[in-house]
């Protein structure tokens, strides 16, 4: 579990990202950040085995998220990740890893592609997932 206070759209401590691998010239999270490699297309893996692929990412300072395609898994849905889920990063293997299991991910707000850059959208996921480190702690 990720030290209290969890912060759900900040990425974690570029050391507990670093993986097993870092890709060459570009570090895991710059001072802004933004992370060295586009994770676009990285595999998913809950802590209870696998949910889709990244299908967009975004690095912003304070707001940063992954939207994951799951493909058949919740009916061909996505969902929302905070960045603050990510619990490793696997660059060889492209896959990246949250602290979250299958059903905790499945029971988060629906994602809307209309609506889910929306502060009261965010709040909403973030509150959630907050939830989740409280009401279930690893």
Do not use: C
Not at 71 to 90: H, R, Y
């Amino acid at each position: 579990m990720q030290p209290a206070p969890f912060t759900p759209w900040s990425w974690r401590d570029p050391a507990s990202l670093s993986g097993s691998y870092e890709p060459a010239g570009a570090d895991v999270v710059d001072e802004t950040g933004r992370i060295g490699e586009d994770l676009v297309g990285y595999r998913v893996e809950a802590t209870d085995g696998h949910i889709g692929s990244i299908d967009q990412a975004s690095y912003d300072v304070g707001s940063a998220y992954l939207v994951v395609d799951t493909g058949p898994w919740i009916f061909g849905s996505k969902v929302l990740l905070p960045a603050g889920t990510v619990q490793n990063v696997d660059y060889q293997g492209r896959k990246v890893y949250v602290d979250r299991t299958k059903d905790q991910i499945k029971s988060s707000p629906e994602y809307d592609k209309e609506t889910f850059e929306t502060a009261e959208y965010r709040e909403r996921v973030g509150d959630y997932y907050t939830g989740s480190y409280r009401d279930y702690p690893r």
